[in-house]
C-alpha cells in the first residue's frame, strides 16, 4: 500500500504553475526526497500533502485515502520546517506533548509517550529548557519529536537542516534517517541539496519548473540520469553537447566518439562523463579501443584525496579527477591527452 | 574606549535637543511646582490628593484613558489583521486613510464631532428626521467623558493599527500552521500561539494609547471647553483664567508625566527585558 500518492497533481499562483501535473507515490514507510533548484516546487508540493493549499488539478491520497476536502487539522501529518517553529512560550517538554494535549491524551500516557520521544532526539534532560536555550539543532530535534508525537501518517520535512552549519548538518541528516527507520514513517524530505538527499533516501524525485524529471533509487539517479538536467544536478559532471548517431556513437565538433549504446532516438543530445572516470593517455600510447581528447591543463584544485584538474579541450572546460596518489601530476598548462573508454560516456537527453 | 567616544560624540545632538526642548522645560516645571510664593514647600502636590477637583481629574482621566486603551485595543485588532490581509493597492490606500486622522489637531477633530453628532449636527438631524430622536439628548452623551472617549477612539484605532501591522508582518506564521498540523482548533491556536507571539505588540499599543490620550487636550477642549474635569483641561484653567496657579499647574503637568512615562517604562520593563519570553 501507498502512503503518499500524488495523482496528476497541478497548482497554480495567478497564471503561472508552481507544480504541473505531478504524479508521484510513496511506499508505506518509504524515506522519498524531494529534490530540485530553488523555486522548483519542492515546497508547494510539500503544502500540498500537508493540506495547507488544495490541488487546482488532480488527487492527494494517503494511506489511500483521498485528501479533497480533508483540512490539515485531520490529516493526522507531522511538519517539520527549517526555521524549527518551535512554541517559544512552551517548554521543550509542552512542544512535544503539544499534539497530544490537542488530542486530550491522558496524562499519564502522555508523559511517558513525551519522555521516550524525548530520548530518542536525546534530549531527556532538556525537557524544561526553553527552545530559545537550545542550540539550531537541538531545536530541530525537538521538532522532530514534537512533529513524531502524533503518530503522523507521514512526516514532511522542508529543509530541515538549511539553518544548521555544515558539522551539525552531517550529524542530525543520518540521525534523521536513524529515527525514521526505527520509527517506519513514511517521510517526504525535501532539499535543494543533492548530496543530502542521495546519502539518506530510499528514493529520491528530481524536480524542475514544477515538474518530477526522475525518479528512482540514488543509485539509478547518479549512475543513470534520465537526462542533463538531472545528470547536471546530481554531482559535478561532464556534458558535451553533441548529436547522437545511434549505434554507440557521438558527434561531437568534428569528432566521432566511441560512446555507450544507449535507447536513445538520433539527434541532438549531451555526453555525460564523469569525472572520475577520465584519465590522462601516456604521449604516445596507442588510443585502443577509448577515446582521446588533446588539451591543455587549465586549472587545479587541490581536494584532499582528488586532485580535480580543468583541461581546455577546443575551448571546452572538462573536468578531470585523478586520484591524489599520482606520482607526477601535470603542471599548469601542460599539454596532455585524456582519455575515456566507450562505457565511460553516456549519451543522455537534453542539452 | 576610541570607539566609545565616538559614539558618545554621535549622540550629542540628540542629547542637545533632547536637553533644551525636553528635560530643561520639565526641569523648570518641577523647579516651580515646588515653591510656593517663593518658599519650598510640597503643598501643590499635597492638595492634589486632598482637593476634590484634582482627585476627580486625575481618576477621570485615568479611567477615560484605560477605557480608549481597551477599545481603542478591541477594535484596532482586527482591523489591523484585515489590513494585513490586504493586498497591493487596496492596501496601499488603506494604510494612508489609516494615517489621516493622526495628521488632524485635536481642536479639527473635535469639531468635526461636533459638526456630525451635536445638537444640530448632520447625523442628528438625519437621526431625528428618521426616528424622532430627542437632538439634545441625543447629543448630550458627546460632551461628557464617555462621548471623549469616542471621539479619542477616532485618532487612538489608528495607531494601533499601525503599531500592529507591522507586528502581523513580523508574526512567524509556521508556528500558527505547525500548531494546526498537530491538531490545534482555532481557539488553541489564539490562546496558545497567536496571542502570546502578539502580546508584546499589543501592550505596547495599549499603553502607547493610554498614554496619547492621558495628555489628549484639542479634542476634549473643543468639545466640551473645560466642563469634562480632565488633567489637561484643569492644567489650562488654571494658567488660562484669571484665577491663575501655575504653580498648581505645574504639579498636575508633573503628575501627568509620571503617568506616561510610568506606563511606557513598565511596558519597557515587562516585555522588553532579555529574560523576557
Ligand atoms: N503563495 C504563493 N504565491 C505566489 N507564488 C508562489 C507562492 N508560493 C510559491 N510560489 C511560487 O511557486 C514557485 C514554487 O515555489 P516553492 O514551492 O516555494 O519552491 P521551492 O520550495 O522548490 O523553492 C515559485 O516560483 C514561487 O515563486
Ligand atoms: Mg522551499
Given amino acids: 500500500m501507498t502512503g503518499v500518492e500524488l495523482r496528476?497533481?497541478?497548482?497554480?499562483?495567478?497564471?503561472?504553475?508552481?507544480?504541473?501535473?505531478?504524479?508521484?507515490?510513496?511506499?508505506?514507510?518509504?524515506?522519498?526526497?524531494?529534490?530540485?533548484?530553488?523555486?522548483?516546487?519542492?515546497?508547494?508540493?510539500?503544502?500540498?500533502?500537508?493540506?495547507?493549499?488544495?490541488?487546482?488539478?488532480?488527487?492527494?491520497?494517503?494511506?489511500?485515502?483521498?485528501?479533497?476536502?480533508?483540512?490539515?487539522?485531520?490529516?493526522?501529518?507531522?511538519?517539520?520546517?527549517?526555521?524549527?517553529?518551535?512554541?517559544?512560550?512552551?517548554?521543550?517538554?509542552?512542544?512535544?506533548?503539544?499534539?497530544?494535549?490537542?488530542?486530550?491524551?491522558?496524562?499519564?500516557?502522555?508523559?511517558?509517550?513525551?519522555?521516550?520521544?524525548?530520548?530518542?532526539?536525546?534530549?531527556?534532560?532538556?525537557?524544561?529548557?526553553?527552545?530559545?536555550?537550545?542550540?539550531?539543532?537541538?531545536?530541530?530535534?525537538?521538532?522532530?519529536?514534537?512533529?513524531?508525537?502524533?503518530?503522523?501518517?507521514?512526516?514532511?520535512?522542508?529543509?530541515?537542516?538549511?539553518?544548521?552549519?555544515?558539522?551539525?548538518?552531517?550529524?542530525?541528516?543520518?540521525?534523521?534517517?536513524?529515527?525514521?527507520?526505527?520509527?517506519?514513517?513514511?517521510?517526504?524530505?525535501?532539499?535543494?541539496?543533492?548530496?543530502?538527499?542521495?546519502?539518506?533516501?530510499?528514493?529520491?524525485?528530481?524536480?524542475?519548473?514544477?515538474?518530477?524529471?526522475?525518479?528512482?533509487?540514488?543509485?539509478?539517479?547518479?549512475?543513470?540520469?534520465?537526462?542533463?538536467?538531472?545528470?547536471?544536478?546530481?554531482g559535478v559532471n561532464n556534458l558535451l553537447e553533441g548529436e547522437y548517431l545511434g549505434d554507440g556513437r557521438f558527434r561531437w565538433r568534428e569528432r566521432i566518439l566511441s560512446v555507450e549504446n544507449v535507447p536513445l532516438p538520433q539527434g541532438p543530445c549531451s555526453l555525460m562523463i564523469r569525472p572520475e572516470r577520465i584519465s590522462i593517455a601516456s604521449r604516445d600510447s596507442a588510443s585502443g579501443d577509448g577515446n582521446i581528447l588533446p588539451g591543455r591543463v587549465s586549472g587545479k584544485v587541490f581536494l584532499g584525496p582528488l586532485l580535480r584538474l580543468a583541461v581546455d579541450v577546443e575551448g571546452e572546460q572538462i573536468l578531470v579527477d585523478l586520484l591524489n596518489t599520482e606520482i607526477q601530476p601535470p603542471a599548469l598548462d601542460e599539454e596532455i591527452r585524456l582519455r575515456f573508454s566507450p562505457d565511460d560516456g553516456r549519451p543522455v537527453a537534453g542539452r | 574606549m576610541e570607539r566609545r567616544s565616538g559614539t558618545w560624540l554621535l549622540l550629542l545632538p540628540l542629547a542637545a535637543v533632547l536637553g533644551l526642548f525636553l528635560l530643561w522645560p520639565l526641569a523648570l516645571v518641577l523647579w516651580e511646582s515646588l515653591f510656593i510664593e517663593g518658599r519650598f514647600s510640597l503643598d501643590n502636590y499635597l492638595s492634589l490628593f486632598v482637593r476634590k477637583l484634582y482627585r476627580e481629574s486625575l481618576t477621570t482621566s485615568l479611567v477615560l484613558s484605560a477605557s480608549t486603551a481597551v477599545l481603542g485595543t478591541a477594535v484596532g485588532l482586527p482591523l489591523s489583521y484585515f489590513v494585513h490581509t490586504t493586498r497591493g493597492r487596496a492596501k496601499n490606500i488603506l494604510l494612508a486613510l489609516t494615517a489621516v486622522p493622526l495628521t488632524l489637531s485635536g481642536l479639527v477633530v473635535g469639531f468635526a464631532f461636533i459638526v456630525l453628532l451635536g445638537t444640530s449636527g448632520f447625523i442628528t438631524i438625519i437621526l431625528r428626521e428618521l426616528f424622532g430622536i430627542n437632538p439634545l439628548e441625543f447629543s448630550a452623551f458627546l460632551f461628557t467623558w464617555r462621548g471623549l472617549v469616542i471621539a479619542y477612539l477616532y485618532f487612538l484605532i489608528p495607531r494601533m493599527i499601525l503599531t500592529m501591522t507591522a507586528a502581523w508582518s513580523n508574526a512567524n506564521w509556521s508556528l500558527v500552521e505547525a500548531a494546526v498540523s498537530l491538531g490545534a482548533g482555532p481557539v488553541t491556536v489564539l490562546r496558545k500561539v497567536l496571542f502570546p507571539m502578539l502580546a508584546p505588540a499589543i501592550l505596547a499599543g495599549s499603553s502607547l494609547l493610554f498614554a496619547v490620550s492621558m495628555g489628549a487636550f484639542g479634542t476634549a477642549f473643543a468639545l466640551t471647553g473645560t466642563a469634562v474635569k480632565i488633567l489637561p483641561l484643569v492644567i489650562y484653567t488654571h494658567v488660562s483664567e484669571l484665577s491663575a496657579d501655575i504653580a498648581k499647574a505645574d504639579a498636575l503637568a508633573i503628575v501627568l508625566t509620571l503617568v506616561t512615562t510610568g506606563v511606557i517604562l513598565a511596558y519597557e520593563k515587562f516585555f522588553t527585558s532579555p529574560s523576557s519570553r
Fill in chain 1, 8 to 234: 496528476s497533481v497541478s497548482k497554480r499562483f495567478g497564471k503561472t504553475y508552481a507544480v504541473r501535473n505531478v504524479s508521484l507515490s510513496v511506499g508505506k514507510g518509504e524515506f522519498l526526497s524531494l529534490v530540485g533548484p530553488s523555486g522548483c516546487g519542492k515546497t508547494t508540493t510539500l503544502r500540498l500533502v500537508a493540506g495547507f493549499l488544495a490541488p487546482d488539478e488532480g488527487e492527494v491520497l494517503l494511506n489511500g485515502e483521498s485528501m479533497g476536502g480533508v483540512g490539515v487539522r485531520q490529516r493526522q501529518v507531522g511538519i517539520v520546517f527549517q526555521n524549527y517553529a518551535l512554541f517559544p512560550n512552551l517548554t521543550v517538554f509542552e512542544n512535544v506533548a503539544f499534539g497530544l494535549r490537542t488530542r486530550n491524551t491522558p496524562e499519564d500516557i502522555l508523559r511517558p509517550k513525551v519522555e521516550q520521544l524525548l530520548s530518542m532526539v536525546g534530549l531527556d534532560r532538556r525537557a524544561s529548557a526553553w527552545p530559545r536555550e537550545l542550540s539550531g539543532g537541538q531545536q530541530q530535534r525537538v521538532a522532530l519529536a514534537r512533529a513524531l508525537a502524533i503518530t503522523p501518517k507521514v512526516l514532511l520535512l522542508d529543509e530541515p537542516l538549511s539553518a544548521l552549519d555544515a558539522k551539525v548538518r552531517n550529524s542530525l541528516r543520518f540521525e534523521i534517517k536513524r529515527i525514521q527507520r526505527e520509527s517506519g514513517i513514511t517521510t517526504i524530505y525535501v532539499t535543494h541539496d543533492q548530496e543530502e538527499a542521495l546519502s539518506i533516501s530510499d528514493r529520491v524525485a528530481l524536480m524542475n519548473e514544477g515538474r518530477i524529471e526522475q525518479t528512482g533509487s540514488p543509485r539509478d539517479i547518479y549512475l543513470r540520469p534520465a537526462n542533463s538536467f538531472v545528470a547536471d544536478f546530481v
